[in-house]
Structures are given as C-alpha cells and as structure tokens.
C-alpha cells in the first residue's frame, strides 16, 4: 500500500483555519459631511485612537481604520446642523478614527482606551479625555481641557485660553499657555512648563516641576520633587515634602518651602519666605521699599546677597541647642556690611546680629539654628 505523507497535509489544513480566523478588515470606512466653521465635532469611541487633522475647506471628512468589517457597522457618523458626531462602543478591535475638521472648529474628544492626537492648530475650545492613552496637542487657540487616567500629555503648541490638564499617572509637557486660570495635575509624573504668560498652578504627588518663563501668580506644589523656575513675573510659591527649590529671576513675593531639601533663589526683586527643615539656603535679594523678608533653617547654614546700595535692616540669628558654652563659638554671623550690634542671648542660646545698611529700611530676618550665616554684599 502507498503510503502518504500527512505531513504537508496538517500544514495545509493550519493555513486554511489560520486564514479563516483571521478578522476580514475594511481598507477604511470615510464620510464627508459639509459643515460651517466654529461647529463642534464629538467623538466617543470604546476603544479607539483619535486623530485629528485641520483643513481651510469646510467640511468634516471621518475615517476610520483597522476595525472588522462587521464591527464597522456598528459605528455610528451623525451630522446634525453644524455638529458631527462619531460614536463607538463595542470594545473590540483597535481601531483609528482619522478626522479633518476646518482649521475652526471646536472639539469635544473621548476615548476609553487609546491615544489622542491633535496634529495641526486649531481656533476653537477643545476638550480631550482618554481613560488609557497618550495625549498629544498642537495649537489651542481657545480653552482646553484634557484629562488622561493613565499617559502622557504633550501640548506642544500655543494655549490661548484657559488651561486645564489632569493625568492620574504619567508626565506633562505644556509649551506655552497664555489664558488665565490655567491648572496642571498629575498624580505621579514630572511636569514642565516652558510658558505661563499669566500665572499658573502647578501640583503632583511624586515627580519634578520645572518651569520657564512664569507671568502672573503661580504656585507649585509636589509631594515628592524637586521644584525649578527659570523668571517668574509674579508672586510665586513652591513647596515641596522632600526636594530642592530653585529660582533663577523672579519679580514680586517668592516664598518657598521643603521638609528635606536646599532653597536656592537668585535675583528675587521684592520679597522672600522661605523655610527648610534639613537644608542650606542661598538667596540673592533686592529687597522692594517697605517689604519684609523671612528666611528660616532647622539644619544649614544661610548665605543672604543685597546689592551694596540697598536700604534693608537684616536680623540675622543662630539660635545654638546643645552643648551652649562649647557651641557659641563655633557659630558665627559673617557679613560684607558693617555689624550696629552683635550681641551673644545667655539666656536663649541665640547669637543675634542687626546690620542697618544705608540707614536702613526694608526688613530681612534670618533665622539659622546650629549653622553659620553669611550676609554678602552684591557687586553686579
């Protein structure tokens, strides 16, 4: 009997079922809808990625991609007057849904899992949300308002109206937002913020913060970071529960606070709070007319520079704990200016000295305890 060979037989038959579990995919499904400007587009889509591009013409052209060709019947494209809406919830597949929208439009954007991307600037206000993806954004002229629940978010072009951004976990980039009431979230990630043109408000629970140019008031907060800003306009508070603080430039009140970490803020013209439990501070300050500065160490020492010129009464303290007799000589309160009085408190372990320069005038306490300060006089 003939024997045969069943081999190339199983590999056959592999194929074939190979090839009949294989999804039958549409090359795209498209639409296109005849629209005027400063309409809406709304997408919701269970999951998807959202890609929007931006044209002169005035219309919405809707494509969509990878998805099973019995699956993209179940995706509904409505236009009504001058609003589209593309929507999807069968939580299969991975599909892309490719739109163009005119150049001013508004948006409202939603995806339970996948990226959202704004390739091109658009005039209109924008609300993006993904509960698992990237977000990444060109140009807003209006307000916008994005929230993922787990990815990046990239905005890499101008914000011209408000600003909200919230990520529950991942870092945040924001080129330049020049509206008001602009608050950036994340509850684990870093996050940098090149421009504020108006102040902005800054938060993360574990991650660092750096800033650029800062207009208007502002605040930064992390529980876990370092905070940096290059030139703030405004009043600016940073505070963090375990890292350093730095300023380069900054006009206005800047007050600073860390449990564990160093305080270095440079060319402050106006006031200065700050306070570290465990840290050295260095503070270059040109004190505003009638202003009050505090600068406070539990553990390091402090290094204050005015400008020669300056008319600021400084109160500089080291208060010793421990061994007082042994100790007061080691602690000493250096200055660049001449000392009105230096006196050593027996009775409250503190060696105070007060340094009224050019008569006197705005007023600067430091406060150091088992460290040196050091009051330097500004020759630039």
Request: glycine residues 12%; negative net charge; charged residues 25%.
């Given at each position: 009997m003939k024997k045969i060979n069943i081999i190339p037989v199983i590999v056959i038959i592999a194929l074939l079922f190979a090839g009949a579990?294989?999804?039958?995919?549409?090359?795209?499904?498209?639409?296109?809808?005849?629209?005027?400007?400063?309409?809406?587009?709304?997408?919701?889509?269970?999951?998807?990625?959202?890609?929007?591009?931006?044209t002169t013409k005035d219309e919405v052209v809707?494509?969509?991609?990878?998805?099973?060709?019995?699956?993209?019947?179940?995706?509904?494209?409505?236009?009504?007057?001058?609003?589209?809406?593309?929507?999807?919830?069968?939580?299969?597949?991975?599909?892309?849904?490719?739109?163009?929208?005119?150049?001013?439009?508004?948006?409202?954007?939603?995806?339970?899992?996948?990226?959202?991307?704004?390739?091109?600037?658009?005039?209109?206000?924008?609300?993006?949300?993904?509960?698992?993806?990237?977000?990444?954004?060109?140009?807003?002229?209006?307000?916008?308002?994005?929230?993922?629940?787990?990815?990046?978010?990239?905005l890499r072009g101008t914000v011209g109206g408000s600003l909200k951004v919230n990520t529950m976990g991942g870092d945040i980039t924001v080129?330049?937002?020049?509206?008001?009431?602009?608050?950036?979230?994340?509850?684990?990630?870093?996050?940098?913020?090149?421009?504020?043109?108006?102040?902005?408000?800054?938060?993360?629970?574990?991650?660092?913060?750096?800033a650029g140019n800062i207009g208007g008031d502002s605040d930064f907060i992390t529980y876990g970071g370092s905070v940096?800003?290059?030139?703030?306009?405004?009043?600016?508070?940073?505070?963090?529960?375990?890292?350093?603080?730095?300023?380069?430039?900054?006009?206005?009140?800047?007050?600073?606070?860390?449990?564990?970490?160093?305080?270095?803020?440079?060319?402050?013209?106006?006031?200065?709070?700050?306070?570290?439990?465990?840290?050295?501070?260095?503070?270059?300050?040109?004190?505003?007319s009638g202003s009050e500065s505090v600068i406070t160490t539990n553990a390091g020492s402090i290094e204050l520079r005015v400008p020669a010129k300056a008319k600021v009464t400084i109160i500089a303290r080291i208060h010793v704990q421990g061994w007082w007799r042994e100790a007061k000589e080691n602690y000493k309160i250096q200055s660049d200016f001449e000392t009105t009085t230096y006196n050593i408190e027996e009775d409250n372990h503190d060696i105070v000295g007060v340094y009224q320069i050019n008569g006197g005038g705005s007023k600067v306490q430091l406060k150091a305890v088992n460290d040196e300060i050091r009051i330097l006089k500004e020759t630039k």
């Open positions: 579990a294989k999804p039958a995919y549409a090359q795209q499904k498209e639409r296109t809808f005849s629209v005027n400007r400063n309409g809406k587009l709304i997408v919701n889509v269970n999951p998807g990625t959202i890609k929007i591009k931006t809707v494509i969509i991609k990878n998805l099973d060709e019995d699956l993209l019947k179940s995706v509904e494209i409505n236009a009504d007057k001058n609003v589209v809406e593309v929507k999807y919830d069968e939580g299969m597949d991975d599909p892309e849904f490719e739109i163009t929208v005119p150049d001013k439009f508004n948006l409202e954007l939603k995806t339970a899992a996948g990226d959202i991307q704004i390739k091109d600037d658009i005039d209109g206000n924008v609300d993006a949300t993904t509960s698992g993806g990237d977000v990444s954004i060109d140009g807003v002229k209006g307000s916008l308002s994005v929230e993922s629940s787990g990815g990046d978010i990239n080129a330049s937002v020049l509206g008001k009431n602009a608050k950036v979230n994340t509850m684990g990630g870093e996050i940098t913020i090149n421009k504020a043109a108006n102040g902005i408000s800054v938060k993360t629970y574990g991650g660092d913060i750096s940096s800003v290059e030139n703030a306009a405004g009043n600016i508070k940073m505070e963090t529960y375990g890292g350093n603080l730095t300023i380069v430039k900054a006009n206005g009140k800047a007050r600073g606070k860390t449990n564990g970490g160093n305080i270095d803020f440079q060319n402050i013209t106006g006031s200065v709070d700050v306070k570290t439990l465990a840290g050295e501070v260095s503070v270059g300050l040109n004190p505003a």
